[in-house]
């Protein structure tokens, strides 16, 4: 009876310390339609599609927001296409953009060039390890490409749907085939951490656990278990989503872009 009671008392103790999330601010509704935020210090990168989420229309581009909450410059990259996930490299943010990779100064916003990646059709998100390799997914052919460079080639393959990849401790994450995976280089194996029905978005890691969502309006935290809860829902609207997020470690706060709400949403962690 008492070694039930400690199993019980334990069990209590590692649901009250699950993660959780309370909302500090919203911004205005005047981004259009934000698809990632990329925490980077004082500041926030956003990409902002405003048209077709596949179409090279020309309206996209990046804003500029402090992390407050307040929009600096709604305007600070333009003429992309529909412009997804970012990573930074040095002082190059790196956007994908259906078929292209886009290299921006990131202190000016100033584009640098375009690189056309061979056989991409719809990238999705970007990551780079510590060495500066990019690593981009493309959500239309299931691969994820690896760019170095000017230069790209298929990294992994036969991921349907792929979205979300986040490079973290010499190991990369990635969602696809409605899963959590973890790829290890060294090895070539892929671990499925757990499952999501949902598909994947946005991947974060924070301490030893990760942040991931699903862009119909899910955000789970998995935890070093590979346990998934889910902490927060919106797929009940036809407006605000959850889809690829930015989260500033230290202070432990998660960006979510709404997508059709239009604006960034910040939330404190907490346990």
């Not at 103790?13 to 999330?21: I, K």
């Not at 935020?37 to 804003?63: C, H, M, N, R």
């Not at 609207?237 to 889809?243: G, Q, V």
Request: aromatic share 8%; hydrophobic share 35%.
């Amino acid at each position: 009876m008492k070694r039930l009671l400690t199993t019980v008392l334990a069990l209590g103790m590692s649901v009250a310390q699950a993660q959780t999330l309370s909302k500090l601010w919203q911004t205005d509704s005047t981004l259009a339609t934000p698809e990632s935020v990329l925490f980077a210090g004082k500041q926030l990168y956003v990409s902002l599609i405003d048209g077709g989420p596949w179409e090279a229309d020309g309206k996209g581009g990046v804003a500029l927001l402090n992390t407050d909450g307040k929009i600096t410059n709604a305007r600070w990259v333009t003429g992309l296409n529909a412009p997804k996930g970012m990573a930074l490299v040095g002082s190059t943010l790196y956007v994908a953009d259906i078929n292209e990779l886009v290299s921006v100064d990131a202190r000016s916003g100033k584009v640098l060039k375009k690189d056309r990646l061979d056989g991409a059709e719809g990238l999705n998100d970007v990551t780079a390890d510590p060495q500066g390799t990019v690593y981009v997914s493309d959500s239309r052919t299931g691969k994820v490409l690896k760019y170095k460079n000017g230069k790209s080639e298929v990294y992994l393959e036969n991921l349907a749907g792929v979205n979300g990849v986040k490079w973290h401790n010499n190991k990369l994450y990635v969602t696809g085939n409605n899963a959590f995976i973890e790829y290890s280089p060294e090895t070539g194996a892929q671990r499925i951490i757990c499952q999501l029905e949902n598909g994947g978005d946005g991947v974060e890691p924070y301490k030893d656990g990760f942040f991931v969502t699903a862009w119909s309006g899910y955000v789970y935290h998995i935890d070093a278990r590979n346990n998934r809860n889910t902490l927060r829902e919106t797929h009940q609207t036809n407006k605000f989503r959850t889809a690829d997020i930015g989260i500033d470690p230290v202070k432990g706060i998660l960006y979510i872009p709404t997508f059709f709400g239009n604006t960034v949403e910040a939330w404190k962690i907490g346990q």
